[in-house]
Nanobody, 124 residues
Framework: QVQLVESGGGLVQAGDSLRLSCAAS????????MGWFRQAPGKERDFVAV????????YYAGSVKGRFTISRDNAKNTIYLQMNNLKPEDTAVYYC?????????????????WGQGTQVTVSS
């Protein structure tokens, strides 16, 4: 089992920055692919970014590429999502997710472990 706890959400204005954190506990953190998804009201949970344990590769959704940066600190069992130049359409609940390392997947159903979510609201 892996337990995930997100933090760092909040209310910001368009153009501002936020950094989300996800602290993991439980089984070996280093053997998991770790990622971020987000869900806006009335919409599905969408892929944002993932960092793979097996080869260190990082993947981003096209809508955030160039603005968001995912990183992981294995010593602290923590991943981060640095979000710059935020836009109103980035408003959503952001979830941290984990799965045993394997083929890259950008679909929420492939991830086994989830945090409780943290709200990010971007005003125009």
């Amino acid at each position: 089992q892996v337990q995930l706890v997100e933090s760092g959400g909040g209310l910001v204005q368009a153009g501002d920055s936020l950094r989300l954190s996800c602290a993991a506990s439980g089984r070996t953190f280093g053997s998991y692919d770790m990622g971020w998804f987000r869900q806006a009201p009335g919409k599905e949970r969408d892929f944002v970014a993932v960092t793979r344990w097996s080869d260190g590769n990082i993947y981003y959704a096209g809508s955030v590429k160039g603005r968001f940066t995912i990183s992981r600190d294995n010593a602290k069992n923590t991943i981060y999502l640095q979000m710059n130049n935020l836009k109103p359409e980035d408003t959503a609940v952001y979830y941290c997710a984990a799965r045993s390392s394997g083929t890259f997947h950008d679909t929420a159903s492939f991830y086994n472990y989830w945090g409780q979510g943290t709200q990010v609201t971007v005003s125009s």
